[in-house]
């Protein structure tokens, strides 16, 4: 009776050994599913409480396996769920994985890789980037070009017209006895009223070039870049079918990116999968910290082809550290396409130089750079690169930056050393004029 009683009592133990092995192994599985939820999803939400993705889920998961480990030592005849191959095979499947990419934040989290990169949004089909624009009332988000002019909103003393643009307004169906020329860059275009583009306006009706009526009128944008010029004229700008397009980009290219480039921020079509994985890596700091060893491995200058002399422009080791809202690669790149695409549509393009004077602090106040004399180094080169673009494309030219010295021409600056006052675009507006004239008569030489 007391071997009965005794193999009954030692048979119950191992029983609570038995469920102790299981709940353990239940838990570790538990808690690593957790830790994949809190990765992905970021945080995950269990009603009222959440859980985000940090050391914390790893160190629950770590304390569960050290006790399932601990129960399996005690109990090894026991195999519970991580003693069968099943069980083996699923440990194998979510724990390697998990071990690399959680190890690879935690890593980049350690040497102080900045945050990760905005979260992408699914709406339908489409990536979105999930950017706010500038946080002023004039300015809404837009999916295809970041942000955009809200039509009618006031805006520093004048209001933007109904098409969207600072200047004056113009009617988007084109008479076919008219000729259409067309700005677009960035403040330093949208600049005004009038802006240089009202002021070539003024020229042309006053003296057409041709028999034919013409007009011309602002799409520049402030804070643009060319990604962002590139998109406007395929959804804004080609519609309304330009004869001239004049393109005036640089500034904001080189400004400091403070996250993701601008080309990242654009909306993009993908399947609802494709989304769904870029959505989870655009949150991880790993994602963003292998994006920035990747550009530092990229070779970045200098660039041979960006002079005609074979000098080229070397961006410099500086360049290769800082993020830019548009690299130099990407911007010749831009830049060339918005030529092509400007061709395409039938129209004649006519590339711009940004000039520039002395820069200031406040740049590093707003974070456009670290430092401004940095920032006119990148400057001339983007504006060398403007020039090779134009070289390489056979586009028409108005070299502003070569023919407006700061020296000679200090009225022609605002304070910051960028934009222009309304002499300048008062004489910006001659020069485009001067140089569809030139066009035109080389055009009709041609036809003779």
């Not at 905005?118 to 004039?138: C, E, L, Q, S």
């Not at 802006?195 to 013409?214: F, I, K, N, S, V």
């Not at 769904?276 to 910290?289: E, N």
């Not at 700061?406 to 006052?421: A, N, S």
Request: aromatic content about 8%.
């Amino acid at each position: 009776m007391p071997d009965h009683a005794s193999a009954s009592s030692q048979h119950r133990c191992t029983s609570r050994s038995n469920a102790f092995v299981w709940a353990a192994d239940l838990g570790v599985l538990l808690s690593l599913l957790l830790l994949w939820a809190a990765w992905i999803l970021d945080p995950v939400r269990l009603g009222r409480a959440s859980i985000s993705w940090s050391a914390k889920p790893f160190l629950a998961f770590a304390l569960t396996a050290a006790v399932a480990i601990a129960l399996h030592r005690r109990n090894a005849k026991t195999q519970g769920i991580w003693g069968r191959p099943a069980g083996q095979r699923l440990l194998l499947i979510l724990l390697p994985p998990m071990l690399l990419l959680g190890g690879l934040d935690l890593a980049f989290l350690a040497v102080n890789v900045p945050a990760p990169a905005p979260p992408m949004v699914i709406r339908g089909k489409d990536i979105t980037g999930d950017v706010a624009p500038p946080a002023d009332p004039f300015f809404r988000y837009s999916p295809e070009l970041i942000w955009e002019f809200v039509p009618g909103a006031p805006f520093f003393g004048k209001t933007i017209n109904s098409q969207g643009f600072v200047g004056r307004e113009f009617t988007p169906e084109k008479p076919k006895d008219l000729v259409r020329v067309i700005s677009i860059g960035d403040s330093c275009t949208g600049m005004g009223p009038p802006t240089y583009a009202d002021c070539l306006h003024a020229r042309l009706e006053a003296a057409p070039p041709t028999g034919q009526r013409w007009e011309a009128f602002n799409m520049g944008v402030h804070g643009y870049s060319s990604v962002q010029g590139l998109q406007l004229f395929r959804h804004k700008a080609r519609p309304l079918q330009p004869d001239f397009v004049t393109i005036y980009f640089g500034w904001n290219d080189h400004w400091l990116a403070n996250g993701p480039e601008d080309h990242e921020r654009l909306r993009r079509s993908a399947g609802p999968l494709q989304a769904a994985i870029h959505q989870t890596l655009q949150k991880k700091r790993s994602f963003r910290g292998l994006q920035m060893l990747l550009r530092k491995a990229t070779p970045s200058g200098p660039d041979r082809s960006l002079s005609g002399q074979g000098e080229g422009v070397a961006i410099g080791a500086g360049a290769v550290q800082e993020a830019l809202r548009v690299p130099p690669a990407r911007y010749r790149e831009t830049l060339t396409r918005l030529i092509h695409e400007v061709r395409e549509a039938g129209a004649r393009p006519i590339l711009i130089t940004a000039p520039r004077s002395e820069l200031g602090r406040h740049l590093v106040h707003i974070k456009a750079t670290s430092d401004p004399r940095r920032a006119e180094e990148l400057h001339d080169q983007y504006i060398a690169m403007t020039r090779a673009v134009a070289a390489e494309t056979a586009t028409t030219l108005l070299d502003l930056a070569g023919m407006i010295d700061p020296l000679p021409f200090p009225e022609f600056f605002t304070e910051d050393g960028i934009h222009l006052t309304l002499q300048a675009r008062e004489w910006i507006g001659d020069r485009l004029y001067d140089r569809i004239l030139e066009l035109m008569n080389v055009l009709a030489s041609e036809q003779e």
